[in-house]
């Protein structure tokens, strides 16, 4: 099994950035983040697989990057720009399925953290 702590969650202004830290106690072949906002479904947010490939969902693509520290063991969410629907509780998300997207339902979570974003 995989442990996920995730931490950098906070309030911003529209346009400001934020960078999510998720310490993991392993690599899986795939790795994501999701966000829930209030009173919404989950929604899958990027993906990274054990190569480097990477996936976006449309609607943060160009604002926001995934990255994996192989040697501290912590997978990023850098997100720039950000927009007041970007507010929710951000997870990370291990042990995706292939092929790697944020479209699947992970076998690992993590706590949450969240993230808020005014007008």
């Known amino acids: 099994q995989v442990q996920l702590v995730e931490s950098g969650g906070g309030s911003v202004p529209a346009g400001g950035s934020l960078r999510l830290s998720c310490n993991t106690s392993?690599?899986?072949?795939?790795m994501a983040w999701f966000r829930q906002a209030a009173r919404k479904e989950r929604e899958g947010v990027a993906s990274?697989?054990?190569?480097?490939?990477?996936s976006y969902a449309d609607s943060v693509k160009g604002r926001f990057d995934i990255s994996f520290d192989n040697a501290k063991k912590i997978l990023y969410l850098q997100m720039n720009g950000l927009k007041p629907e970007d507010t929710a509780m951000y997870y990370c998300?291990?042990?995706?399925?292939?092929?790697?997207?944020?479209?699947?339902?992970?076998?690992?979570w993590g706590q949450g953290t969240q993230v808020t974003v005014s007008s």
């Open positions: 392993r690599l899986t072949y795939c």
């Open positions: 990274i697989d054990s190569v480097g490939g990477t």
């Open positions: 998300a291990a042990g995706l399925w292939p092929p790697c997207a944020p479209t699947h339902t992970p076998n690992y």
